[in-house]
C-alpha cells in the first residue's frame, strides 16, 4: 500500500490533528472484494508528530510526510488504531518505504540545497528506524499475532550522496538488532531490463521478430532474458 494507496493506510492520512481520525474503509475494502491481499504500509507521519515540526516550513509536499516520528508513543497509537480497525481485512504490513534514502527518513533539512536533496539524516537513522521497527512489530503483535509484519527494508543499489548503500543500511539494521522485530525481509529489488507479465514469451537478437503472447496479443519482444 506504498504506491498502490498509501493515503487509505498512512498516518499522515489517517490523523492529520491529535485525535482527529478519516478512515477510508471502503477504498480498502475494494481490494479484498477483487480477491486481493493487502500489504499494507505502516508510514508517513503527520507534520504535529515528526521532525517536520523542527524544520517547520515546507519543502516537498511528498517528502515532507515522511520525516521521522518525533515520539514512539504517538506513532505506536497509530499502529493499534489501524491494526485494531483492519484485523481480518489486512494480514500482513510493511514497516515505512525505503528509509535508507534520506529524503524517506529525514530528520532536518539543508536550507542551502533544494528539493529532496536537501533532507538531512540522523546520526544513527539504522537504529532509529530499528526503534520504529520494535514499535511497529510489538504493536501490531499485540493486536493481531497472526499478522505478517515485514522490516529492515533494505536493497542492493549502492551509496549516493542522499542515501545509505543497501549493504550499508542492511548491516547497521542487523547490528542494531532489528531481525529480532519482523517476520520477513522487505527488499526492494530494481531491474536494469524491461519486464512483462509471467505469460510472455520473449526474443533475443539482433532483430526479433514479433511474437505472439499466451492472451494472443502481439507484443515486440523486450531486451529480457
Known amino acids: 500500500m506504498h504506491d498502490s494507496g498509501i493515503e487509505y493506510l ?3 492520512h489517517l490523523e492529520p490533528e491529535p485525535g482527529r481520525w478519516q478512515f477510508r474503509d471502503r477504498e480498502l475494502q475494494r481490494y479484498r472484494e477483487h480477491h486481493l491481499e493487502i500489504l499494507g504500509e505502516l508510514g508517513t507521519a503527520p507534520l504535529w508528530a515528526s ?3 523542527d ?4 519543502h516537498n509536499g511528498y517528502f515532507d510526510r515522511y520525516y521521522q516520528p518525533k515520539r514512539m508513543g504517538d506513532f505506536a497509537n497509530y499502529v493499534r488504531t489501524v491494526v485494531e480497525r483492519y484485523r481480518g481485512t489486512i494480514a500482513a504490513y510493511d514497516v515505512w518505504n525505503e528509509p535508507w534514502i534520506h529524503a524517506w527518513w529525514a530528520v532536518g533539512y ?4 533544494s528539493g529532496r536533496e536537501g533532507y538531512l539524516p540522523s546520526e544513527n537513522p539504522q537504529r532509529d528506524f530499528v526503534r520504529l521497527m520494535r514499535t511497529a512489530y510489538q504493536n ?9 509484519v515485514l522490516g529492515v527494508n533494505t536493497t542492493t543499489s549502492g551509496p549516493g550522496a542522499q542515501n545509505i548503500g543497501g549493504s550499508d543500511w542492511t548491516a547497521g539494521v542487523v547490528q542494531n538488532g ?5 517476520d520477513a525481509i522487505a527488499y526492494h529489488q ?3 531490463r524491461n519486464s512483462s507479465s509471467p505469460a510472455t514469451r520473449f526474443s533475443r537478437g539482433s532483430r526479433p ?3 505472439r503472447s499466451a492472451v494472443g496479443s502481439e507484443v515486440s519482444p523486450s531486451r529480457c532474458g
Open 10 to 12: 498512512g498516518w499522515f
Open 51 to 53: 521532525y517536520y515540526q
Open 55 to 58: 524544520v517547520g516550513k515546507p
Open 110 to 113: 539543508d536550507e542551502t540545497k
Open 140 to 148: 501490531v503483535k499485540a493486536l493481531d499475532p497472526n499478522a505478517l
Open 178 to 182: 532489528g531481525l529480532e522485530f519482523c
Open 190 to 192: 530494481y531491474t536494469v
Open 209 to 211: 521478430p514479433s511474437v
